[in-house]
């Protein structure tokens, strides 16, 4: 699996867009970009994923540079609840399923 | 709603007495895990299934057992716990060779 960057901490007001940056740049071909967060204590929550296209659901959008060396998260409308660990995985979808969370991006929303 | 629920979620136990956390999904997924998450170490996986009868250990399997006999549940048993396991535990669960996984809400365990 391809090792990930992510700052350790970032800030953003309530309302204004959270963009959460991670570097992969030893990311191969086949190996999905994946988001998890994970709000104090409780269990991780999956949040989105893509290999090459920008992806969006209703919770998050994800963009992924053109080389895929890196991507971001961005949570539009930042709320409170958005408070968290976020987690960027890069994996290759095969058989084995077990997911390798490193030590994730803390975010804090601020009124 | 789909989901995985364990339990207990909060449990303090002593050395040596076994103990059982039950992890149980209502999403017909075939894979199953569970991990730890300590300070400082992050989530790490225990052991993981693929699916009934079917399991195999994850990075740190010392001290733990599970089993796989139905689909939907997957126990994580601890024969005689000791104070190094005091910790945080999540079962997961997703189709096989997904990474959308959906976690429980945690078992918070403590050994004296």
């Known amino acids: 699996d391809a090792k990930t960057t992510q700052p350790p901490s970032m800030d953003c007001a309530e309302g204004r867009a959270a963009n959460l940056p991670c570097n992969h740049s030893?990311?191969?071909?086949?190996?999905?970009v994946y988001w998890y967060r994970q709000i104090h204590s409780q269990g991780p929550q999956y949040i989105i994923h893509?290999?090459?296209n920008n992806e969006t659901n209703e919770m998050a959008s994800l963009i992924i540079t053109e080389d895929r060396k890196s991507s971001t998260l961005i949570l539009p409308h930042a709320t409170l609840r958005d408070t968290a660990v976020y987690y960027c995985?890069?994996?290759?979808?095969?058989?084995?399923?077990?997911?390798?969370f490193g030590t994730g991006t803390r975010l804090q929303v601020t009124l | 709603e789909a989901q995985v629920t364990q339990n207990p979620r909060y449990l303090i136990t002593v050395t040596g007495k076994k103990l059982t956390v039950t992890c149980s999904q209502n999403?017909?997924?075939?894979?199953m895990s569970w991990y730890r998450q300590d300070p400082g170490l992050g989530l790490r996986q225990i052991y993981y299934?693929?699916?009934?009868?079917?399991?195999d250990k994850g990075d740190v399997p010392e001290g733990y057992k599970v089993s796989r006999k139905e689909k939907r549940n997957f126990p994580l048993i601890l024969e005689s716990p000791s104070p190094n396991q005091t910790s945080l535990y999540f079962c997961?669960?997703?189709?096989?060779?997904?990474?959308?996984?959906?976690f429980g809400p945690g078992t918070r365990l403590t050994v004296l």
């Open positions: 997961a669960s997703s189709l096989t060779g997904e990474y959308t996984q959906y």
């Open positions: 030893t990311i191969s071909g086949n190996e999905y």
């Open positions: 299934s693929m699916n009934v009868e079917v399991t």
């Open positions: 893509g290999l090459k």
């Open positions: 999403m017909n997924h075939e894979y």
């Open positions: 995985i890069v994996k290759y979808t095969g058989t084995a399923s077990k997911l390798t």
